[in-house]
């Protein structure tokens, strides 16, 4: 990592040390299983946060990553993947939730038409897919970008967004080795969620179609751990993932100044 790059990534700090291992650990192991722990090299990292004063992003994280390092005031390891997904799960929160009111208003247009009867207007609707986001960079004639989206949705339903960012998010400028850039996005009663993945993980049981099981009584350590490890899907393990960092169980960082990043991350060309 050169000297110019260290220097443009802003890094997340230690915001809250405290951290239920119990907690941790079953997010982790669950996580493990719903993802399919048999997916040849598979690494991931799952995060949920919140805003913090004026610029700045606090997140609790569930990291398996080879080669990943918590942020901290002593190690001299550079949490590189946390900075980047960390405030990637910002810029993308935004862009995302406009995906997830296209799916609304594309599933309201089905249901008028159809109590219309005119399944005929609704076949060259479903044929056409309006309420998606467009195709990557490469797929356009000469020099044509997508104005639309960074993302392309893989698939999504009420709650959860897959999707793959496009080359053009220079990840790989900023991590060596981050060859893919699959990610999950859920929203759930004001809050999200962010997946992020090396490789697709085909085998996973992400809960599309389903309702996210509701986390009741107390966040207790053991209540939380109850309910992690009945979890059965992706959307489920973000319900505790989101209760987790709310009750602030596990440890928090904090993106002191997100926005300063993202601006460079839109803005960066090739640079050495």
Not at 195 to 217: M, W
Not at 224 to 236: A, E, G, M, P
Request: aromatic fraction near 14%.
């Amino acid at each position: 990592m050169t000297a110019k790059k260290s220097k443009w990534l802003i890094l997340p700090q230690p915001h809250s040390s405290f951290n239920d291992d119990e907690v941790e650990s079953a997010l982790l192991e669950k996580a493990r299983e719903l993802l399919g722990a048999e997916s040849p090299g598979l690494s991931f990292m799952l995060l949920s946060g919140n805003f913090f004063e004026t610029k700045g992003y606090a997140y609790s994280a569930i990291r398996d990553w080879r080669g990943a390092a918590k942020p901290s005031t002593s190690s001299k390891k550079k949490p590189l993947l946390d900075a980047t997904f960390a405030c990637l799960s910002v810029y993308l929160g935004s862009l995302v939730s406009f995906q997830v009111d296209f799916y609304f208003a594309y599933d309201e247009i089905k249901k008028i038409l159809q109590q219309a009867d005119r399944e005929d207007l609704w076949i060259i609707i479903e044929e056409k897919l309006p309420f998606v986001s467009l195709p990557p960079q490469e797929m356009f004639p000469g020099n044509l970008k997508s104005p639309i989206s960074p993302y392309y949705v893989i698939k999504q339903d009420e709650e959860l967004v897959l999707g793959e960012l496009y080359p053009s998010v220079h990840l790989s400028k900023i991590v060596s080795g981050l060859k893919s850039r699959f990610f999950c996005f859920f929203s759930y009663e004001g809050y999200t969620c962010f997946a992020f993945f090396n490789v697709l993980p085909l085998s996973a049981k992400f809960g599309f179609g389903k309702r996210p099981k509701e986390f009741t009584g107390v966040p207790s350590s053991a209540n939380l751990v109850k309910y992690v490890k009945n979890s059965i899907n992706l959307k489920d393990l973000f319900v505790g993932l989101i209760h987790s960092h709310n009750a602030s169980m596990l440890e928090q960082f904090l993106i002191p100044d997100y926005e300063s990043l993202l601006n460079n991350l839109l803005q960066m060309e090739d640079f050495d």
